[in-house]
């Protein structure tokens, strides 16, 4: 029942629509136009997420997928080489959401166009999700009344349900010691940037188990070899799987920092962001079931997964809307390289259809 033509024709029309984050409005007013003509109501919020409704029997569902995409983004000119979607090597393709976008309106269309039953049908087009889940956070969740839904943001082939991604927390630290010369009176600095490596080097970075993981991602500081330098910042995270583990590894990082910087006595100032909330489903939950239903109709095997980052998701289940992430067979995502082979593209959309339609 997917139209290859019209699906490639739409994903085509998507991408070639600049969409960088912050300035979703071209792909916003274009989503607008078709679901209005698939019967929905719309509403567009000040930070351009979209928001659609379609009546129906039965449970509502939530179907979602971001409009923005990550640099460089502007002017991207598709291709299909041997049945695959590519762009021209100067940009990212965009697939990376809008194979999701493309295949929720594609299965839209079908429904519409062939009458068939469904449940209430709640879109959540979303602006900003790339810089870390603006849109989708800022977002009115009070307008939906779906329990469930599914998010099309995952670059595996399709076939891969994600129950569960990892909480993050953000922090910037900025170290500020003294500057003084560093031959002619050392003894009158204090040393930023060595304080900032006394401290990384009392906690661990990189996997931590399973479930966690650390990163110290920048360091600054410093005006010239001879002079003790006064300042130095740290941009540092960690992530987990399990909110205890977020806890104490995060306590461990600014524990370490404040230890240093009171031995040295240098100032310390310690910028701390939950950047997004974790999520878990258990594997038994009706909406991996429903998710995993439709993937056996269209012949793929489902596999169940765990995500190293977050997305819409991880806000939509905060908020009580119990939410899977689904792949899109995108590869390359965030890169110049990134492509999607058409018969995915296809697929995602014979999700799309299978995970909304009433059977
Ligand atoms: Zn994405």
């Known amino acids: 029942m997917i139209n290859q033509d019209r699906l490639i024709n739409t994903f085509f029309e998507l991408v070639k629509m600049d969409s960088p984050t912050g300035g979703e409005h071209h792909v916003a007013e274009y989503l607008t136009t078709k679901l209005r003509a698939l019967g929905f109501q719309t ?12 009546p129906g029997k039965g449970a509502p569902i939530l179907l979602s997928a971001h409009m923005d995409s990550v640099p460089p983004c502007h002017g991207i000119q598709p291709r ?5 979607i590519q762009s021209d090597g100067t940009t990212i393709l965009g697939g990376d959401d809008r194979v999701g976008v493309a295949a929720i309106l594609e299965a839209l269309t079908v429904i519409h166009e062939n009458h068939l039953p469904h ?34 943001d995952y670059g595996d082939p399709v076939g891969k349900i994600i129950l569960s991604a990892p909480g993050t927390w953000n922090m910037d630290i900025t170290i500020t010691g003294r500057a003084a010369h560093a031959g002619g009176e ?4 204090i040393n930023a940037i060595a304080v900032a490596v006394e401290a990384i080097s009392q906690f661990q970075v990189g996997r931590l188990d399973a479930e966690t993981t650390a990163n110290v991602g920048m360091i600054q500081g410093g005006v010239a070899r001879n002079v003790v330098p006064e300042t130095c910042t740290v941009t540092a995270e960690t992530r987990s799987l399990r909110q205890t583990k977020l806890e104490r590894q995060k306590k461990t990082m600014v524990r370490a920092f404040e230890r240093a910087a009171k031995k040295h006595r240098a100032k310390l100032d310690i910028q701390l962001k939950h950047a997004y909330p974790l999520f878990r489903l258990p594997a ?6 429903h998710v995993s239903a439709a993937l056996e109709r269209i012949g793929r095997a489902p596999l169940l997964g765990v995500a190293g980052g977050g997305s819409d998701a991880n806000v939509f289940n905060a908020r009580g809307i119990a939410c899977v992430v689904v792949s899109m067979g995108v590869e390359n995502v965030h890169t110049t390289k990134e492509f999607v082979p058409v018969s995915e593209l296809v697929k995602t959309a014979e999700l799309a259809l299978e995970v909304t339609r009433s059977v």
């Open 43 to 54: 509403r567009m919020d000040a930070l351009l997420n979209l928001t659609a409704f379609l």
């Open 186 to 189: 050392p003894e009158k600095g």
């Open 284 to 289: 038994r939950a009706p909406i991996v079931q």
């Open 80 to 84: 299909i080489v041997d049945g695959v």
């Open 119 to 152: 449940p209430p049908v709640e879109i959540a087009f979303t602006a900003q999700e790339e810089p870390g889940l603006i849109g989708s956070t800022a977002l009115d969740c009070s307008q939906f009344k779906a329990q469930w839904g599914v998010v099309f």
